[in-house]
Structure formats: C-alpha cells, structure tokens
C-alpha cells in the first residue's frame, strides 16, 4: 500500500501509518478482540496523493465510508456500539471533514459514520465543526530519525532573534491574497522582512534544523489550519515557539506546558510582534528554554519506532486511557500497559 510513494511516511501526515506500524510490534496489541477496549482501523486518507504529491484528500471521504463498511459488514464489534469503541487517525488539515479548503469542509462537515468514534486528529481548532469534543489532538509528523541526525551542540550560541521559513503567499489556493493565514503571514513578512531581528525568507534552506537550533524565537504562524510541523520543530530544537492562531488546540495540553514554553501572540498583534518578543525579560526567556531543554517535553511530540516511554504513541494511548467507562484513574505512567487493542481486519484495503 504504502510502497507506491516513499512520501508517505515522512510527510506531515504520516502519524496515520506510524501509529499503524507502531501498533503492530507493541505490547498493548491483542489478537483476541474479546479482550479489546479499542479496535483501531487503518485507514490512510492522506496518501491518496493527487499529481503534485501532495495529500489533498480528493476520495478521502470515500476511502473512509468503504473501511467502515467493510468493517461493519465482517466484523461483528462495529455494529454493537455504531464505533464508539473503535479510533481513527485522521491527521489531515481539517480532520474527519475530508477537505483540504476550509469552506468545502466546513460544508461536509464530520462524516456521519464517524459520530461516535473516537478521532485522532492533527487538526485542532476550537469551536470548529471539523473537531470532535471527544477527539484526541496529536502533534504534525516529524520523522525522529532525520531530527536525531540534525541534532548539534546544545551549547551552541542562539544567534538568531526569530526565525521563520515557509509559504507567505499561497497564490495557488489563493490566487487574490488575503486570506491565507488570514493575513498572519503576509503581516510577518511586510512588517518585518527588513528588520535585522528577523530572519524570515520562504526558501527551505538546508541548514534549517540547525538554524531552529540557533535561534532564539521560532516563529509558528497559521497556515490554512492553525498548527505546522514546525511547531514540532521548534519544541524539539529547543527554540521558543512564537504561536500565532487564536483558536488552536494544542495537543497533550495535560503533559506539555504550552503556556509556559510559548509565547502566544493574538493574529491582530502581528505588527507589534518586534515590541512583543523585544519586551520579555531575559529571565523569562530563560526559563523556557529551561523548560524546552526537558527530554520529556520533546520525546511527547515524536512518534518513535519502536515506541519510547512518554513519546506522541503513549500519549495517545493514555488518552483513550482516560476515555474507558471505567474512568480516568485508569492513567498510567508512560511505557506501561494501558489498553489492549485489536486492528479491524481491513489490512487489504487499498487507498489507491
């Protein structure tokens, strides 16, 4: 399934198959689906690739409504709770809602089949239609292995005040402007593309790694949802994210201290952001970096193959943890067992 393109396990939405593979070897798994509390069903929507290689989710829709039919149709558990026992992973811009647009989303909203389901989306807006009350928000995919390998000496100086790479203008979805990033983007790069304290450029540099590393503010703007890998990037490469979406839920928001890392900057403050991060106190600046430099912080926003103790795969057991009816006392420390599970025999289905 996978083989047809190697991108599909490195892109931004690729938690939909690690967390598939990671289940596979790991000890939670049971092949006796009287012992479940969950049934998990591998579906990946975002590798149903359109010409530019990107995962825009044009069948996603029906990709999924096939899986839960065929589940449904051979497999007796689907059935007993219309699958609110059973979670997906839906790790794509706009979640269960299948669109890559926000408006033609926000029109399908939530596939009906799914109402009772528990989601594992990347996705996390408040009060959006796209986003379950009872989902379970999840870091952007970012492969461990390249990070480890980008990895240089913590001590090296943090030269750089903010820094910032990516699209500013997306002339291809928004060909008139304006409401990419509602505007955020646009703001950052004509307010401050010339200020020395600055560094802001849509080229994908490949030092990039290494200049999160160096600098000091990681600049983590709205794209057409409101979170990116690269606020994964810079959690992990110990460098201040600066925040600016004002209605993004963050994920694990029970285990890293979002408030205490970041810096959170409202979408209209934009042109004062020099004056923002100018005025915070050394010490404060410090502190999270303090913070930033703790391993457990980091290890909570990879998926790790195998899985690690504390790291993105154990968060999300814990959460389905926490929804059992037998309350949320069932929260365990980090590597232990939580929940026994069984895949849904969809393993034949191609996305293709």
């Known amino acids: 399934m996978i083989e047809k393109d190697e991108r599909c396990l490195t892109h931004m939405f690729a938690a939909e198959i690690m967390m598939h593979q990671i289940l596979e ?104 239609v796209c986003l379950k009350d009872n989902s379970i928000v999840i870091p952007a995919y970012a492969p461990p292995q390249k990070i480890q390998a980008q990895l240089i000496h913590p001590d090296t100086p943090r030269s750089i005040f903010a820094y910032f790479r990516g699209c500013i203008y997306d002339v291809g979805n928004d060909p008139n402007g304006g409401y990419y990033a509602r505007g955020a983007r646009a703001a950052i790069w004509e307010n401050f593309k010339d200020n020395p304290l600055f560094d802001i450029s849509t080229e994908h540099p490949t030092t990039y790694y290494q200049d999160m590393q160096r600098s000091v503010f990681c600049l983590c703007p709205l794209g057409w949802a409101p979170w990116s890998p690269r606020l994964v990037e810079a959690v992990v490469f110990g ?35 020099d004056s923002i991060l100018t005025s915070i106190p050394p010490e404060v600046i410090f502190r999270k970096q303090s913070l930033l430099a703790n391993p457990l912080v980091k290890q909570a926003m990879l998926f790790n193959q195998p899985a690690q103790p504390g790291d993105a795969f154990h968060q999300v057991l814990n959460g389905l943890a926490r929804k059992l009816p037998h309350g949320p006392d069932v929260f365990l420390s980090p590597g232990e067992k939580v929940l026994n599970w069984t895949a849904d025999p969809v393993g034949d289905l191609k996305p293709w």
């Open 25 to 128: 070897t790991n000890s939670v798994r049971t092949l006796d689906p009287e012992e479940a509390d969950w049934f998990y069903t591998p579906v990946y929507t975002t590798c149903d690739l359109n010409r530019r290689g990107l995962p825009l989710l044009p069948k996603s829709g029906r990709i999924m409504r096939s899986a839960i039919q065929y589940i449904s149709t051979n497999w007796p558990y689907w059935n007993r709770t219309q699958g609110a026992d059973h979670f997906f992973v839906v790790p794509h811009d706009f979640g269960a809602c299948f669109h890559f647009k926000e408006k033609q989303a926000i029109d399908r909203g939530i596939l009906h089949l799914l109402e009772r389901a528990t989601l594992v989306q990347t996705f996390g807006q408040k009060n959006h």
């Open 239 to 273: 460098c201040i994210p600066v925040i600016i979406a004002d209605d993004i839920v963050l994920p694990f928001t029970d285990v890293i201290p979002w408030e205490d890392i970041g810096v959170f900057v409202d979408e209209k403050d934009v042109p004062d952001l």
